[in-house]
Nanobody, 115 residues
Framework: QVQLVESGGGLVQPGGSLRLSCTAS????????MAWYRQAPGKERELVAD???????NYADSVKGRFTISRDNAKNTVYLQVNSLKPEDTAVYYC?????????WGQGTQVTVSS
């Protein structure tokens, strides 16, 4: 059974940082592309960053220079380091694993940026 479990979310002040983690089980992690999405209240889910099985990364323009995606294949884990947080970064953050037509989602972790 495939499971993706996110953690690391929370309440943080503007300008603060968090490190989100997503640990996968039930898949051959190293061959999957991994991605982080987010969904704010009343808005559609949007891609934040992704990383290929080979380590190539892409970022949404809104987070470039502030967020960093990385992966540790030995730990079956993908990370999202989020720095210089803004109130508009408030959302539920989801990780996604993709290989060919196979795609799996985690349950999400809430990030709230507020003073």
């Amino acid at each position: 059974q495939v499971q993706l479990v996110e953690s690391g979310g929370g309440l943080v002040q503007p300008g603060g940082s968090l490190r989100l983690s997503c640990t996968a089980s039930g898949i051959l992690f190293r061959i999957y592309a991994m991605a982080w999405y987010r969904q704010a209240p009343g808005k559609e889910r949007e891609l934040v960053a992704d990383i290929s099985s080979g380590g190539s990364t892409n970022y949404a323009d809104s987070v470039k220079g502030r967020f960093t995606i990385s992966r540790d294949n030995a730990k079956n884990t993908v990370y999202l380091q989020v720095n210089s947080l803004k109130p508009e970064d408030t959302a539920v953050y989801y990780c996604k694993a993709v290989w060919g037509v196979s795609a799996y989602w985690g349950q999400g972790t809430q990030v709230t940026v507020s003073s």
